[in-house]
């Protein structure tokens, strides 16, 4: 993840600089600015930074972005964690994007590219690519100390710094890096302009702000994304950098919009018509009735304690709190650590076969909902299992 160097305090898009902006269009207070940044300590979890989310759109070309963001608040570092690496689901989805991705770039003279990432977390993604005989190359300053790398493959515990490169890449890669920067349209626009990039492709990976709505999900609304795209909203900004989109996929069961872009000087901006503040309303009420549901029947275990996991704790009143018995991982390093906001405790997944009622097991991603179902039967725990989303 790179660091911005922006602050959101204009008032104007921060995409297309348009003024037509609707603001305070949905509202969290007092939300973890880190949500995927676990503490060793319960006094550490319940102190972390807390911020507000209030989401504008700008009515030009569709941006959404939280109009009170400071990223002062957010700071990645060694012990952001947003690795999945455990689950077999978010490894097909990586294999899955390394395939579309390869498949776009052009073979010169039978050698299949050289690919530069930035925001490449622990490099797990880029391992696929080179399976496949890239050249990769990474940074991240939130990456792992002296990862082990084979030949073709680079790993720097930096941001990217354009005039440290001499190479010339096929392609760049932005998988989950744009919803964290201020003002996406400069941080492309100088990265783009470096001799390195001028000839790559770019592919671009980024939550859907369209699934989550059609999904009633509020926790995939976090303090770290300050910014949502959709479809629409991305490629309008790719074609005012001079990009066409090239090839386009949904992943992840749907949750992240995967856009592949080239050099283009055509500039086709995409119409939106957004109806926003009734979407939004909708996404609470239906979100409200589902948490009613689940949380009037007993005792419930959390499994998931990433993002989704940390802002739903974080958004229930004390009184439902209550019925949270635990917070589950199947991460390792995320075992034994507090989640910001609530300081609830993370367990391995083997304690539900220790106590005498597990209670509903609720899903924070539905993409996990099958393998999670597989465990509990292999576990021989037997309970409801729900998803949140
Ligand atoms: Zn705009």
Redesign the pocket.
Known sequence: MTTPTCHTTHMG?P??H?SDIIRDLWVRERTPALNNRLHATREQALAAPLGRVALAL?R??G?VFNHDFDDALVRYDKDYNSSRNDSPAYQAHLAETADFIAASLPRKAGHPGRVLEIGCGDGQFLRYLHEKGMDVCGYDPALPTHPPCPNGMELHGTCFAPESREERYDALVLRHVLEHIPTPGLFLRELLSAPSLESSMVAIEVPDLQWILDHHAPYDLTYEHCNYFRHESLVNLMNELGFSEYSFQRGYGGQYLISIFKRNNSSIIRQITPSEETIFSAMDTAQERLLHELFSHGPVSIWGASGKGVLLTASLPDSTLGQVKRVIDVDRKKQGLFLPGTGLEVCPPDVLTSVIEPGRVVVMNPVYTDEISRMLEAMGVKTDVTCIA
């Open positions: 898009c995409c297309c348009g700008c030009s070309c941006f």
